[in-house]
């Protein structure tokens, strides 16, 4: 793939754990908890949350004293922080203490409490909603848990939250973590990847994803594969046949045909579905061959096995794979995804596994792990493959201090 129009992350030069003196300080970790989790305490990968591991423990053994938030977007359950938690403990092998609030008197006083070598996990920064609206009080109630501050959590760096984009200006030391180091290295590599390269991109809403292909289009060539699958998929296909989609409106099918042509122009291979899953909105699902023969009331839900199939054939002979999957409508069972992860973690190439319905597809823990690089959101890889720069790292970049 063409390099991108602005300058990768990876050319800028960010200050590391390295380049701070942290023993007997309060050290703010911004970290990336957002875990695909399925409604109990079981569901907590320990794959996932080992990704934590290096810049948490080198800053205990260093004997900082760490407060680290984040973010659960879709928590399933009040009790879901208590079991990163725990597993995090696990990890660690030392204590975690969670306070009852983000901001207050508790809070504070478990901060204020800490020894070296100790820690502390806020409640889901979401829970405020000042992190969401990027709130400079919020921000400010968080640093002055704060000596310094450690941004961990480069996929979610692409979020105007509070502690991301105002809590480190707050700061005066200030440093990336040994996790977003890894991943900034690893989005940058997408950049360039090794030809054949694969992509495979599923999901819905459609707009979502078509603003995401867009860009990614005008990277592919004649040596890429285009996977598509989801409502982006039933787009292309339904305007490449001359038919229209119900719930879908004249300007979708409009860019839909745009995005065709595009790709089709470049010369990139390009691989709509040959079958399909669908459900109605009781959850019924069946398999159609032809989008002409969708029942009435009946939306795509996911792509078919025969699909998978053929999907699998291209992954195996793919130096690069990077398979995009966020979100599909619920109920549904979704009988493709899994024999899709299987085929992505042991293809023999470089791997990316993007999103929540991704990530939960790979599991056992042994599919995880087998990706090379695993992303529990989009946001960060769209800004990139747009060259646009991350608002988590503009803090970097800035020497104003508020």
């Known amino acids: 793939m063409p390099t991108p129009p602005g300058p990768t992350p990876s050319a800028l030069t960010l200050p590391g754990l390295d380049t701070l003196s942290v023993a007997g300080r309060r050290v703010f970790v911004r970290a990336d908890l957002d875990l695909p989790l399925d409604g109990d305490a079981k569901s907590v990968d320990p794959v996932w949350v080992k990704a934590a591991v290096p810049t948490l423990d080198h800053l205990l053994r260093a004997g900082a004293r760490v407060i680290v938030g984040a973010h659960l977007e879709a928590s399933p359950s009040p009790e879901a922080i208590e079991w990163i938690g725990a597993a995090l403990a696990e990890a660690l092998g030392c204590e975690v203490r969670i306070p009852d609030e983000i901001l207050g008197d508790g809070a504070t006083k478990v901060a204020a409490d800490l020894r070296d070598g100790e820690l502390v996990l806020l409640p889901n920064l979401l829970e405020h909603p000042g992190e969401a609206s990027n709130d400079s009080r919020f921000a400010q109630g968080l640093a002055a848990f704060a000596e310094i501050y450690v941004n961990d959590a480069a996929a979610a760096s692409a979020n105007n939250y509070a502690s991301i984009a105002q809590l480190p200006t707050m700061v005066v030391e200030r440093a990336v973590g040994r996790r977003f180091e890894r991943e900034i290295a690893a989005l940058a590599a997408l950049a360039e990847a090794q030809a054949p390269f694969a992509a495979i991109l599923q999901g819905t809403p459609f707009?979502?994803?078509?603003?995401?292909?867009?860009?990614?289009?005008?990277?592919?060539?004649?040596?890429?594969?285009?996977?598509?699958?989801?409502?982006?998929?039933?787009?292309?296909?339904?305007?490449s046949e001359g038919l229209t989609l119900p719930n879908h409106s004249t300007d979708d099918h409009r860019l839909a045909a745009r995005l065709h042509a595009k790709i089709t122009a470049r010369g990139t291979r390009l691989h709509l579905p040959l079958d399909w899953?669908?459900?109605?909105?009781?959850?019924?699902?069946?398999?159609?061959?032809?989008?002409?023969?969708?029942?009435?009331?009946?939306?795509?839900?996911?792509?078919?096995?025969?699909?998978?199939?053929?999907?699998?054939?291209?992954?195996?002979?793919?130096?690069?794979?990077?398979?995009?999957?966020?979100?599909?409508?619920?109920?549904?069972?979704?009988?493709?995804?899994?024999?899709?992860?299987?085929?992505?973690?042991?293809?023999?190439?470089?791997?990316?596994?993007?999103?929540?319905?991704?990530?939960?597809?790979?599991?056992?823990?042994?599919?995880?792990?087998?990706?090379?690089?695993r992303f529990g959101g989009d946001h960060a890889i769209t800004a990139i493959l747009q060259g646009n720069p991350l608002v988590g790292i503009e803090p970097f970049t800035s020497k104003e201090i508020a």
């Open 207 to 239: 707009s979502r994803y078509a603003g995401i292909l867009a860009p990614l289009a005008e990277r592919l060539d004649r040596r890429s594969h285009l996977i598509l699958g989801g409502e982006l998929g039933a787009l292309l296909l339904a305007t």
């Open 277 to 373: 899953e669908v459900g109605d909105e009781v959850g019924a699902t069946i398999v159609r061959p032809s989008l002409a023969e969708l029942p009435p009331g009946h939306a795509v839900l996911d792509i078919g096995p025969q699909t998978v199939i053929g999907a699998a054939a291209v992954i195996a002979t793919a130096r690069t794979v990077f398979w995009l999957d966020v979100g599909h409508p619920v109920p549904s069972p979704a009988r493709a995804r899994p024999d899709l992860a299987r085929a992505i973690a042991n293809a023999p190439g470089t791997t990316y596994a993007v999103g929540k319905s991704a990530l939960t597809a790979l599991s056992p823990p042994s599919l995880l792990e087998a990706v090379n690089h």
